[in-house]
């Protein structure tokens, strides 16, 4: 299923051309009133730009020759807010898809459970959204967008409106069902462009300004937003005994986003350049990840100093930097709290 | 906190209120009580006046729907002046109303030939009871149902839109589930609002018993002839206008899963 779309809305000063290919997840990333918004509501169809088209499966939704109504366009949008309806209960909004493309209300219901039980929520499905914490409502909310079998699924920072606690678990579950499904994903978090996205396109005031695998754009950024945003850490090795075992030979704590990795599996150790502190000496007895590195660079970043050393970064405040007297060649350990550390599997 | 010397008038408004009452049911004739009430006449126009505001409440609600969801959930040129024309019935004397009324549906009105022709004699009819009623209690449904929408938004209708319901099934199953405390207390309002209704059904529907006679009607009748079954027909309005209003949802249901 591909998705061909361009934007034209001169009032908003968009114009971006994107597709995506069958069963490809693409991250739109982008500062704010870049744009992003804009092409998901065209996408729905409940924004008709001046001038664009948007074919899907070679379907023309929007078009000089026509348009196709947001009902019956199979494209679902999953905001940041979950929005149940709240005068339906949990599998009556996750049947409401099936039951609007005309399946009987048992049919509905039975699907409705099944892509509860497909984002473990198959246990709330009596429950009233009122009664519900937001992380719930949002795995809800993303049963209800799946169980109405949409050709194209629309995701706007579903992510952004949770608890810091409660995101890494959905993202797990996205990664789980978004597999395979043609997907636009809008986000502000480069994790979610790292773990969900096999694509990222960067908006900048209208204008596609990078596309390319997410790896790349993420690591070898070449717009000053995704610069920005990329430049989190990343260790690549195996699970054992609760750490990564990095390939380079370190070994770093962390948590595993997902349930327990197998020991000797491959994964990933992630962590914010913000969570690293810097010592000369490694602090004794801390439950802290110690990592000694050698600076080779020192840069600003906003009104803190960037430190990197190899593929590793920590950000400093200035002071800081300067009372550790830092420079390339200096020897240092970064130090990183194992709750700071998220695992993933690769 | 309020300033303490506000308690003094907002009390004095509620004697304004309470007070007549009290005098009217100090007045009452309890002896006869039953008997006023349940005479034929007395029956007849009470129920004449329950089913007359019933359909016009219905009425209400078949035309007030789609007038609020057009009011609320479009733009068009001249959108405003439209809604200050419905609202009119509002400020408008309920007399004028009967008077606009009948030069439209009275046999010389607007439509007179017309109906005459289909052989319909809408004035001094319980048609024109409803009418009436209906004229005067429509805008309060809209005003109560268009707030309702304005302030549930658009955002659950786009949700559902784009787990592919189609308009109609949007507005049956997500928009009406969620204004349903406003179009309840605007279908009550209105239900209300006809039940007094007085001046548009005198001028338009006349007064005649069993017919067009509505309670307040046949309250205004007695009040010389009879002031104690005036009396206690009142004190029955006055009941029966706490229990509608009571049945009113006081507040708008709070709607979950909203931060």
Redesign the interface.
């Known amino acids: 299923m591909t998705l061909e779309l361009t934007a034209g809305v001169p009032d908003r000063g968009v114009d971006v051309t994107i597709e995506v290919a069958a069963g490809e997840t693409v991250a739109l990333l982008g500062p704010n009133g870049a744009g992003k918004s804009t092409v998901l509501a065209v996408a ?1 169809g ?1 924004l008709r730009p001046e001038r664009g088209r948007v074919v899907l499966d070679g379907r023309e939704l929007t078009g000089e020759r026509g348009f196709v ?9 999953l ?1 940041q ?8 209960s949990v599998l009556d909004n996750v049947a ?2 099936p ?3 005309g399946h009987g209300r048992r049919t509905s219901r039975e699907s409705a459970l099944r892509w509860l039980g497909e984002v473990d929520a198959a246990d709330l499905a009596d429950r ?4 519900i914490s ?1 992380g719930q ?1 949002q795995r809800v909310a993303v049963a ?2 799946l169980a ?1 079998e ?1 050709s194209l699924l ?1 995701l706007d920072e579903p992510m952004a ?1 949770l608890d810091v606690a409660v995101a890494p678990a959905l993202r797990q579950t996205l990664r789980r069902v978004l597999a395979d499904r043609t997907v636009v994903l809008v986000t502000h978090d480069v994790l979610d462009a790292l773990l969900l996205a096999d694509r990222v396109v960067v908006l900048d005031d209208g204008r596609v300004v990078e596309d390319g695998p997410s790896a790349e754009v993420l690591s070898r950024p070449r717009s000053p937003f995704a610069a920005r945003i990329a430049g989190l850490n990343m260790v690549a090795g195996l699970w054992r005994d609760g750490a990564v075992l990095g390939d380079d030979g370190v070994a770093i704590r962390g948590l595993a986003a997902e349930a327990g990795p197998a020991p000797g599996e491959r994964v990933v150790a992630v962590f914010r350049p913000s969570a690293v502190s810097v010592f000369h000496e490694a602090p004794g007895g801390s439950p802290r990840n110690s990592l000694a590195v050698t600076v080779t660079d020192l840069e600003p970043h906003g009104d803190q100093v960037r430190v990197r050393a190899g593929h590793l970064a920590a950000d400093l405040t200035v002071q800081s930097a300067a009372e550790l007297d830092l420079a390339p060649g200096v020897r240092v350990v970064f130090a990183v709290k194992a709750t700071e550390v998220y695992v993933y599997r690769t | 906190m309020i300033p303490r010397w506000v308690y003094a008038p907002a009390a004095l408004g509620v004697a304004l209120v309470l007070l007549p009452l009290a005098g009217m049911a100090s007045r009452v004739a309890w002896g006869d009580f039953v008997d006023l009430v349940t005479s034929d006449s007395a029956l007849t126009a009470l129920s004449l006046s329950l089913r007359t505001s019933l359909v016009s409440t219905v009425l209400c609600v078949l035309l007030g729907v789609p007038m609020a969801l057009v009011l609320a959930r479009t733009e068009f040129p001249g959108q405003g002046v439209l809604r200050s024309l419905v609202l009119l019935p509002l400020v408008l004397p309920p007399v004028v109303g009967g008077i606009a009324l009948l030069y439209t549906f009275g046999r010389r009105g607007l439509l007179g030939d017309e109906l005459d022709l289909l052989g319909v004699q809408v004035a001094f009819s319980t048609t024109a009871v409803v009418l009436a009623q209906a004229f005067v209690s429509l805008p309060f449904l809209v005003v109560s149902l268009e707030g309702s929408l304005r302030s549930a938004g658009q ?2 209708e ?10 109609t ?2 507005l049956r ?2 928009t009406i ?2 204004v ?1 405390p406003g179009l309840v207390s605007g279908a009550v309002l209105a239900f209300a609002r006809s039940l007094g209704e007085f001046g548009a059904t005198i001028t338009f529907a006349g007064s005649l018993e069993g017919t067009t006679r509505t309670l307040p009607l046949y309250i205004y009748n007695l009040r010389v002839t009879d002031p104690d079954a005036a009396v206690a027909m009142s004190l029955v309005l006055v009941v029966v206008a706490v229990v509608v209003i009571g049945l009113a949802p006081q507040r708008p249901r ?6």
């Open positions: 729905a409940t109504p947001p009902h019956a366009r199979r494209v679902a949008l905001a807010d979950p929005l149940l309806f709240p005068h339906l409401f898809g039951r609007s493309l009233r959204p009122g009664g937001g409502a209800r967008a109405a949409p629309l409106a | 955002r659950y786009v949700v559902a839109a784009t787990l592919g319901a189609s308009p099934t949007v199953r997500v589930p969620l349903l709070r709607t979950g899963g909203l931060r």
